[in-house]
């Protein structure tokens, strides 16, 4: 099958709520959505702001998370993170209940236990098999949400309620995921110091690419940062930083049009000459072939 040779812009999808509210999170079924937009909306590749869980109720969904192709059966939860680029397979036989939800909600929940929110959702897999009784326990948490968004309150009590029970279905999931880890002889727990290396990665990697500037910023040393990373990664984190940089320079690549020199200074390259260097020691390939030869079909 011969490999597409065009770009593709990725169109950024800010957080609106359908309903009019300003609540931070919405619940609603794929056939709404689909009544909603045109198909080819949906076949686009997309940048949200804001998390999205798609649990689906029948069929199979086919999508596309940051080059990874997905397929989830009925009864499996696919989870897309503020950043990723994603689109949706071709057809319509399949049907899902999808949650959409704004990163603050997690951030601004009172007590220790919940300020843990973001790390658990970041821990979930892109795609969770769910058994029987976890499919009815995200169904039921999904139809409380829904039916809170319809509820005649104050803003701020509504939203509060959302966070509750948002921190409920997370957790829950969170502890299934790590229940699923114990089964195979893996581990689910991530150290923080990890997770603080990931959360400066995110914010940073377009600026720092050494692992000096990650462990000045944690206050550690880069062998301890190293060894950090290799217990929950498998990978250093010199390792680590290229490969999500790597995946960056990926995104645009495909899903842009900028000349490979404006790529190379967007990730904090002085030279161009340096990125297609790197990219080739990651991917095996310059970055001129890599956009002719990906292919986005799903």
């Known amino acids: 099958m011969p ?8 169109e950024q999808v800010p957080y609106r709520p359908s309903a009019g509210r300003a609540l931070d999170l919405e619940v609603f079924s794929m056939s709404d959505l689909r009544r909603r937009v045109l198909r080819a909306h949906l076949e686009r590749h997309h940048r949200y702001d804001f998390h999205m869980f798609v649990y689906v109720r029948r069929g199979k969904c086919r999508a596309v998370v940051d080059f990874s192709h997905v397929e989830c059966g009925a009864g499996s ?46 821990g979930l897999p892109a795609h969770l098999r769910l058994d029987r009784s976890m499919r009815r326990f995200v169904v039921d948490a999904l139809v409380r949400m829904e039916q809170a968004c319809a509820l005649d309150a104050r803003q701020p009590l509504l939203n509060w309620l959302l966070q509750s029970e948002l921190a409920t279905l997370v957790t829950r999931l ?68 290229a490969s999500r940089l790597a995946l960056e320079a990926k995104r645009l690549l495909v899903h842009t049009e900028m000349p490979i020199a404006s790529i190379a200074q967007r990730l904090g390259f002085d030279e161009a000459t340096n990125f297609i260097k790197f990219f080739r020691s990651i991917e095996g390939c310059t970055p001129g072939d890599f956009r002719r030869q990906f292919d986005v079909e799903a």
Request: net charge positive; glycine share 8%; aromatic share 8%.
């Open 77 to 122: 939860l696919l989870t897309i993170r503020p950043g990723q680029v994603h689109r949706f397979g071709r057809g319509s036989r399949w049907d899902a209940n999808l949650l959409l939800f704004r990163p603050e909600l997690l951030r601004t929940s009172q007590g220790e236990e919940r300020l843990q929110m973001p790390e658990l959702v970041d």
């Open 174 to 241: 969170h502890i299934f995921h790590a229940e699923q880890q114990r089964s195979v002889g893996t581990s689910s727990d991530v150290p923080e110091r990890f997770r603080l290396f990931k959360r400066l990665l995110d914010a940073k990697v377009h600026q720092w690419h050494h692992v000096s500037r990650y462990a000045h910023a944690m206050g550690c040393s880069e062998k301890t940062l190293t060894r950090t990373c290799g217990a929950v990664a498998g990978v250093g984190a010199k390792a680590f930083i």
């Open 3 to 10: 490999h597409r040779t065009e770009s593709i812009d990725i």
